[in-house]
């Protein structure tokens, strides 16, 4: 069956440092990958989302980036964490069009 | 432009009581429908989905049905448990575009014993 991990699950990050976050999907081939970031009590706004190694679209301009060294493996980073850029990120999977199923997120809180 | 707007929360039931979350969209063509679910601390789960008018999605107890004529897709469940304390989110995949989903604010659901 699938799965889909994200790390680490809670980040303190002071204002001005750089962000990693990773996220990797086991059990399926060349899946749609997808971020999404939650603001305190507010819905799910997509960040962005890749169909392929390589091939990523932003959805919002942002200070944050996205990348995909592998099929499986989707990384979002910043060069310079603003405070406005806490909140909790998911990352999610889909085969072509089909449901998305998401990880478990990751709480990053920026100081 | 396609959006989905569902009723603000929060909403506090006894347990045992019927729950209605409402939601409504706005899309051009037939999207698909979705409720997805996020209990304190976790990602989103996918509760249930219906992709053409008049399918009812069900799952754990909880349904919803799509209604075309008044661009709706309520969620109901008749008897809610404290365990389904959580928050609910309706959403939209567009038919011109259905690798992207369109989420709703989402409802605060708390259940007291």
């Known amino acids: 069956s699938q799965t889909i991990h994200q790390w680490p699950a809670t980040l303190v990050q002071p204002v001005g440092s750089p962000l990693s976050l990773e996220c990797t999907v086991e059990?399926?081939?060349?899946?749609?990958l997808y971020w999404y970031r939650q603001a305190a009590g507010r819905g799910l706004q997509l960040l962005f989302y890749s169909v392929g190694i390589g091939q990523i679209s932003s959805e919002v301009p942002q200070n944050l980036s996205a990348s995909r060294p592998q099929d499986r493996q989707f990384i979002l980073s910043s060069k310079k964490l603003l405070l406005s850029d806490s909140g909790f990120y998911l990352c999610?999977?889909?085969?072509?069009?089909?449901?998305?199923?998401f990880g478990p997120g990751t709480r990053l809180l920026v100081l | 432009g396609n959006s989905v707007t569902q009723m603000e929360g929060p909403v506090t039931l006894s347990e045992e009581a019927f729950l209605t979350i409402n939601c409504t969209y706005t899309a051009t063509g037939y999207p698909s429908l979705f409720w997805y679910v996020q209990y304190p601390g976790e990602g989103l789960q996918l509760l249930l989905k219906?992709?053409?008018?008049?399918d009812k999605g069900s799952n754990k107890g909880f349904e919803a049905t799509y209604r075309k004529e008044t661009t709706s897709f309520h969620l109901e469940k008749g008897s809610v448990q404290v365990s389904d304390s959580a928050v609910y989110f309706c959403?939209?995949?567009?038919?011109?575009?259905?690798?992207?989903?369109?989420f709703g604010s989402g409802t605060r659901l708390s259940i007291r014993p």
């Open positions: 999610a999977w889909s085969l072509g069009q089909e449901t998305q199923y």
């Open positions: 959403a939209l995949t567009p038919y011109s575009s259905a690798s992207k989903i369109i």
């Open positions: 059990g399926t081939s060349n899946p749609n």
């Open positions: 219906a992709t053409k008018a008049d």
